[in-house]
Protein backbone atom coordinates (compact mmCIF):
# COMPACT_ATOMS: atom_id res chain seq x y z
CA UNK A 1 0.00 0.00 0.00
CA UNK A 2 1.59 3.45 -1.39
CA UNK A 3 1.44 5.82 1.78
CA UNK A 4 2.92 9.48 2.37
CA UNK A 5 2.32 10.51 5.57
CA UNK A 6 2.80 14.38 6.68
CA UNK A 7 3.80 15.44 10.08
CA UNK A 8 6.02 18.43 11.41
CA UNK A 9 2.72 20.61 11.88
CA UNK A 10 1.28 23.53 13.88
CA UNK A 11 0.70 26.34 15.17
CA UNK A 12 3.63 28.84 15.58
CA UNK A 13 4.32 32.37 15.85
CA UNK A 14 5.63 34.49 13.32
CA UNK A 15 9.19 34.63 12.52
CA UNK A 16 8.78 30.59 13.66
CA UNK A 17 10.46 27.61 12.26
CA UNK A 18 9.48 24.39 10.58
CA UNK A 19 10.40 21.57 9.15
CA UNK A 20 7.94 19.30 7.72
CA UNK A 21 8.24 15.45 7.27
CA UNK A 22 7.27 13.26 4.35
CA UNK A 23 7.57 9.58 5.42
CA UNK A 24 7.11 7.38 2.13
CA UNK A 25 6.60 3.80 1.62
CA UNK A 26 4.73 0.92 -0.83
CA UNK A 27 6.88 2.38 -3.46
CA UNK A 28 10.06 2.38 -4.99
CA UNK A 29 11.46 5.57 -3.35
CA UNK A 30 14.46 6.51 -5.68
CA UNK A 31 12.68 6.67 -8.89
CA UNK A 32 9.94 9.51 -7.56
CA UNK A 33 10.13 13.35 -7.13
CA UNK A 34 8.67 14.41 -3.92
CA UNK A 35 6.95 17.62 -4.32
CA UNK A 36 5.78 20.05 -1.72
CA UNK A 37 1.86 21.77 -2.16
CA UNK A 38 0.16 23.69 0.18
CA UNK A 39 -3.54 25.01 0.04
CA UNK A 40 -4.14 28.18 2.14
CA UNK A 41 -7.92 29.15 3.37
CA UNK A 42 -9.99 30.05 0.25
CA UNK A 43 -7.11 29.43 -2.28
CA UNK A 44 -6.07 27.14 -4.47
CA UNK A 45 -3.44 24.55 -3.94
CA UNK A 46 -0.22 26.06 -5.10
CA UNK A 47 3.41 24.25 -5.67
CA UNK A 48 5.76 25.14 -3.40
CA UNK A 49 9.66 22.81 -3.78
CA UNK A 50 9.97 19.73 -5.16
CA UNK A 51 13.29 17.35 -5.15
CA UNK A 52 14.39 14.61 -7.95
CA UNK A 53 15.76 11.22 -6.64
CA UNK A 54 19.49 13.01 -7.08
CA UNK A 55 18.58 15.57 -5.13
CA UNK A 56 17.72 18.01 -8.29
CA UNK A 57 15.44 20.44 -6.52
CA UNK A 58 12.64 22.86 -8.32
CA UNK A 59 10.80 25.96 -6.85
CA UNK A 60 7.37 28.04 -7.80
CA UNK A 61 8.20 31.72 -8.91
CA UNK A 62 6.70 32.59 -5.62
CA UNK A 63 8.20 30.72 -2.94
CA UNK A 64 11.02 32.04 -1.08
CA UNK A 65 14.40 31.48 0.05
CA UNK A 66 13.06 30.95 3.54
CA UNK A 67 12.02 27.20 2.49
CA UNK A 68 14.37 24.77 1.87
CA UNK A 69 13.78 20.93 1.09
CA UNK A 70 15.70 17.76 1.71
CA UNK A 71 15.88 14.13 0.90
CA UNK A 72 16.67 10.83 2.72
CA UNK A 73 16.90 8.07 -0.06
CA UNK A 74 17.92 5.82 2.75
CA UNK A 75 15.02 6.76 5.11
CA UNK A 76 12.51 7.57 2.54
CA UNK A 77 11.63 10.57 3.50
CA UNK A 78 11.75 14.37 2.38
CA UNK A 79 11.71 17.44 4.27
CA UNK A 80 10.57 20.84 3.99
CA UNK A 81 11.71 23.45 6.17
CA UNK A 82 10.48 26.99 6.68
CA UNK A 83 12.43 29.92 8.24
CA UNK A 84 10.81 32.98 9.19
CA UNK A 85 7.31 32.17 9.18
CA UNK A 86 4.43 34.48 8.13
CA UNK A 87 0.80 34.41 8.81
CA UNK A 88 0.48 34.24 5.02
CA UNK A 89 2.47 30.42 5.20
CA UNK A 90 -1.04 29.45 7.17
CA UNK A 91 -2.00 26.58 5.07
CA UNK A 92 -2.31 22.66 4.71
CA UNK A 93 0.88 20.98 3.54
CA UNK A 94 1.00 18.01 1.62
CA UNK A 95 3.70 16.14 0.23
CA UNK A 96 3.21 14.18 -3.09
CA UNK A 97 5.35 11.84 -5.63
CA UNK A 98 5.45 11.52 -9.30
CA UNK A 99 7.81 8.31 -11.01
CA UNK A 100 10.50 10.70 -12.57
CA UNK A 101 13.79 8.94 -13.50
CA UNK A 102 15.66 11.66 -15.04
CA UNK A 103 18.67 13.37 -13.68
CA UNK A 104 19.47 17.06 -12.91
CA UNK A 105 16.21 18.03 -14.15
CA UNK A 106 13.52 20.26 -12.01
CA UNK A 107 10.59 17.30 -11.62
CA UNK A 108 8.46 20.23 -11.78
CA UNK A 109 5.48 21.14 -9.70
CA UNK A 110 2.05 20.26 -11.79
CA UNK A 111 -0.18 19.00 -9.45
CA UNK A 112 -1.56 16.47 -12.23
CA UNK A 113 1.71 14.89 -12.94
CA UNK A 114 1.94 13.48 -8.85
CA UNK A 115 0.16 10.44 -8.49
CA UNK A 116 0.32 9.59 -4.76
CA UNK A 117 -0.65 12.40 -2.05
CA UNK A 118 -0.09 12.62 1.98
CA UNK A 119 -3.50 13.70 3.68
CA UNK A 120 -1.86 16.96 4.77
CA UNK A 121 -0.15 18.51 7.44
CA UNK A 122 -1.98 22.12 8.89
CA UNK A 123 0.86 24.96 9.67
CA UNK A 124 -0.87 27.73 11.17
CA UNK A 125 0.83 31.09 11.65
CA UNK A 126 0.04 34.11 13.96
CA UNK A 127 1.32 37.49 14.04
Known amino acids: EVQLVESGGGSVQQGGSLTLSCAASGFTFEDYAIGWFRQAPGKEREGVLT???????GSADSVEDRFTISRDNAGNTVYLHINSLKPWDTAVYYC?????????????????????WGQGTQVTVSS
Open 96 to 116: AARWFLLKGVDAGLRAWEYEF
Open 51 to 57: ISSDGTT
